[in-house]
DNA sequence: CGGGAGGTTGACAATCGTCAATCAGAGTGG
DNA sequence: CCACTCTGATTGACGATTGTCAACCTCCCG
């Protein structure tokens, strides 16, 4: 179930150039957030790192670890979960290119949960001093990482309010439109059709469901012609705003800018 | 349902000195993250503010409000809800005395959710650039607002993982140590007996249950042997082990320091 | 071709919700 | 001091959404 914190290290940037930089994701991500000026841009590019490519399933964190760096994932897509006494998982958040998994680690200096590859790819390892120094030195990089983790707080207050008050059809919805503008905005797919990273148990450890009732809301979703499936991961959607009102979605919690095609369509 | 945003303005604050600054309530829990020097703190206790008396059951903050001020609460308790399509209510959140309850909107621009008094009590509202402009002028006090953003971010994540994968009886517990964690830190009450400030309907609210079923938890709880009550809101906690132990609570998500009371007994 | 992970389905069980009645306590006005 | 009222707490009967168990299927990969 748990499988080894197996890591190979692949590559140490300290180039003095931003060209190529392995950090590019992450520059890209917080410049969502806020205006960067050339020198902001450079140390962001410039921040010493260590990449690590990580397979399937391997962990990046784990509940308890002491936090010496912060990580960015560039690639592939990674969950961060809770297990609780029963056995059971809590996935409380998903992370794709660009973001950052533990920023909250940089400052409360260990992991209150663990942080776990849903599928082959990359992470860079920051120091968490440099990520301390660049958010005080350049403010407005401060702002812009203020930001992510205020929007993540965001998104998990919409969390709460999923799992806790719509039923298993609204809530299934709900992070199906989720999925879709943020994947849209971290330029992984049309939003109107993607590939779903998560496998049905995955969906369900994600919404406080079982993987049977995932699946039987999913094909009722689909009968109902809410979405469109032509393979068991792929999402189709027709009619956004069919979705969105299935889903009770209203996209005001991602804090996007307005270029949103919830309103687009 | 939802009273006026009425709210009677009562002070003024700008005194260029730190002694009887209304905001000493703030001070004291941002000094919980950080070592603040002299001119730290005697920046946080002049910061420009409005304070305002609210009475139980106003809203400080409404949903889609714009934010022009951030919003810490001096005395009395509040709630962060999110109402979803069905008419039901999630809190998100619960805070007592010296918590910003919208820090986030200083920098997000506009509320996602609504803010509500449990209680009659004060706020003091500081300008949005004041807070910002503190933040990044004196870096600990900037540490000390981060990470009280990442604490937050980290309840919210408990809370996804309590709603979403415990039951009834274990959610409520969880939810009765968290309180009687975070009344002790704010010097609001004894750990092993509190006046819980929310009635059976808001638990509900809090926890994803309806009141009805928070009623028959509590009683069996009561019966087990897992709390005490000698009035409807009054927690006695005659054996915290077993509290902790029936919640699956584990203290680590609050990152408190180590006089952690779940400790001792 | 065998094995495994993930998806699908049905039968049945149970936690939790709904509805509705009653009760207890606090505050109010006569 | 006592009806009156309102909010919140309590309890019972019943219903339903969701979970559990278990089987089988499908696809991918070595």
Redesign the pocket.
């Known amino acids: 179930m748990l499988p080894p914190k197996c890591q190979r290290e692949t590559v140490v940037n300290k180039s003095g150039y931003n060209q190529g930089s392995a950090l590019e994701p992450l520059l890209h991500k917080l410049s969502y957030w806020r205006k960067f000026d050339e020198a902001d841009r450079r140390a962001i590019l410039n921040l010493p790192h260590v990449v690590k490519s990580l397979e399937?399933?391997h962990y990046i964190v784990r509940e308890f670890d002491r936090a010496e760096s912060a990580c960015v994932l560039l690639s592939g897509f990674a969950i961060r979960h809770k297990i609780v006494a029963?056995g059971?998982r809590q996935i409380v958040a998903i992370h794709m290119k660009g973001e950052f998994v533990d920023l909250q680690n940089s400052m409360l200096g260990f992991a209150d949960h663990s942080v776990q590859m849903l599928t082959p790819g990359k992470v860079a390892m920051i120091p968490r001093q440099e990520i301390e120094r660049i958010a005080f030195e350049l403010p407005q990089v401060g702002r812009a990482m203020w930001t992510d983790s205020l929007v993540d707080g965001s998104i998990f207050r919409e969390w709460v309010a999923n799992i806790g008050r719509?039923?298993?059809?609204?809530?299934i919805a709900h992070l199906l439109c989720e999925f879709s503008l943020r994947l849209k905005v971290a330029g992984l797919g049309e939003h109107s059709n993607y590939e779903?990273p998560?496998?049905?148990?995955?969906?369900?450890d994600a919404?406080?469901?079982?993987?049977?009732?995932?699946?039987?809301?999913?094909?009722q979703l689909q009968r109902d012609g809410v979405i469109d499936?032509s393979?068991?991961?792929s999402i189709v959607i027709g009619d956004w705003k069919k979705l969105a009102d299935t889903g009770d979605f209203n996209s005001a919690y991602l804090h996007l800018h307005d270029e949103d095609p919830a309103l687009a369509d």
């Open positions: 399937h399933n029963s059971h719509r039923d298993a059809r609204t809530r779903m998560l496998t049905q148990e995955q969906l369900a919404t406080g469901l079982t993987s049977v009732h995932v699946n039987r809301t999913l094909k499936r393979s068991p991961r």
